[in-house]
């Protein structure tokens, strides 16, 4: 059993490095290194917690970490890329905090509030968190822009972007989608659960 934990951790090392060195001279290098982190600090978490999260859910945050993180470049060249992300990550985001709230001994309802005002909080903060590091670095994080391609990894000048969805905007829009795409995940727990209860 050990041994074959000790080849998993191993195999998953590898690719990590793989896709950092694959990355190195590309705009996508940050987003590979955030992308470690994520997938690192999400098992940390598990493990120091106890949390015990099954093969699926780490699939979902593999899911999440590429499309989210590594792929961070298709919300420049895909119109509307990250307006999908904001309504779909919050609502298989509520898989991962329901599964969490779930231990809790408390009724069914309050852990599905929980989960919908746990994940609400969450998204909330990563807009507080794109205003300051646009505010300090000027990263354009905040607003929807578009840019060209030179070559396979490589965005045009950042510099030369064009804007076509206002800060404010961006942001009103982001938080409505995942306000919708958590309330989807509540919803459709109730009828599920409703179903169960006949």
Not at 14 to 37: C, E, K, P, Q
Not at 115 to 125: K, N
Not at 142 to 159: F, H, N, S, T
């Amino acid at each position: 059993m050990k041994k074959r934990i000790a080849w998993s951790y191993g195999i998953i090392a590898t690719m990590f490095l793989y896709i950092l060195y694959y990355f190195r001279n590309s705009d996508h290098f940050a987003g590979a290194i955030a992308f470690v982190l994520t997938v690192s600090f999400f098992h940390l978490a598990d493990r120091i917690f106890k949390i015990q999260f099954k093969k699926h859910h780490y699939a979902i945050l593999l899911f999440m970490a590429t499309f989210g993180v590594l792929l961070s470049q298709l919300y420049l060249l895909v119109p509307y890329y990250d307006k999908i992300l904001h309504y779909s990550f919050p609502f298989i985001g509520c898989f991962l905090v329901f599964y969490i709230v779930n231990k809790l001994k408390i009724d069914f309802k309050t852990k599905v509030f929980f989960t919908f005002t746990i994940m609400i909080t969450l998204i909330a903060i990563e807009e507080i968190v794109e205003f300051s590091l646009d505010w300090l670095f000027n990263l354009k994080l905040q607003g929807r822009y578009e840019g060209e391609m030179q070559g396979l990894l490589k965005i045009a000048d950042k510099e030369q972007l064009r804007i076509v969805q206002s800060r404010i905007t961006d942001t009103m829009t982001d938080l409505m989608l995942g306000f919708l795409g958590s309330l989807t995940f509540v919803t459709l727990k109730f009828l599920r659960n409703k179903e169960k209860d006949k």
